[in-house]
């Protein structure tokens, strides 16, 4: 029998100043902070204990995901693949923006107004790609793939409907399997790796 199997460790990049600040990203090429490495780094080492054994990560190109990507891979010594159909949703003239900002001109309802934002169907276009690509060519593996908030909430709700949650957090980890053509999650938007050393 033919072995069906992926495991995809899902990761949001660590937190960028603008995170911080509360300032929507996008495309922008906004850099890790501090506290962002540092949570890599926490995410790393527990990656390192993990009972699963990673074979790679793959990466959006953006510096905030490239190096928390890099962050990872040295810690378990395997390599990284930059996948730009991982970048973040263009979030067009909104970049930049604080959530008052964006109210302030489009209103409320502003992720249906903006103009020039890439729409749900164009991540999901690109999502989809990079997973059915990686099911064909890495059967039998396990992968950790480092992205963004808004590409990985919207990757969730496709792979697995039944699965919400209000927001994904920096170096957080989702696991989902994909076995006989289903997709199922193991762990969902998990950061005790982080909260360990604020509550120590």
Same mark, same amino acid.
Not at 189 to 193: I, L, P, S, Y
């Given at each position: 029998m033919t072995l069906d199997f992926l495991r995809l460790g899902w990761i949001r990049h660590g937190q960028t100043e603008w995170n911080r600040l509360g300032k929507i990203q996008g495309t922008t090429d906004v850099p890790l902070d501090a506290e962002g %490495? %540092?949570?890599a780094e926490r995410l790393a080492e527990r990656l390192a204990g993990? =009972? &699963?054994r990673w074979h790679g990560v793959a990466s959006s190109p953006l510096s905030r995901a490239a190096e928390t990507a890099r962050i990872i891979a040295r810690r378990?010594? =395997?390599p990284v693949v930059l996948d730009d159909r991982l %970048? #973040? %949703?263009?979030?067009g003239s909104a970049e930049g923006t604080t959530e008052a900002e964006r109210h302030a001109r489009w209103g409320t309802e502003w992720r249906t107004r903006v103009p020039d934002m890439e729409r749900d169907e164009q991540i999901q276009a690109r999502g989809l790609a990079f997973v059915e690509e990686w099911v064909r060519r890495h059967n039998g #593996?396990? &992968?950790l793939v480092v992205t963004h908030g808004s590409f990985l909430a919207r990757m969730v709700l496709t792979l697995c409907p039944r699965l919400e949650d209000p927001y994904i957090r920096n170096a957080s980890l989702t696991v989902m399997e994909h076995r006989n053509g289903t &997709?199922? *999650?193991v762990l969902h938007?998990? *950061?005790?790796?982080v909260d360990a050393v604020r509550d120590g």
């Open positions: %490495r %540092r949570q993990d =009972v &699963w378990l010594s =395997v %970048r #973040e %949703r263009s979030f #593996e396990s &992968w &997709w199922n *999650t938007n998990c *950061t005790a790796h």
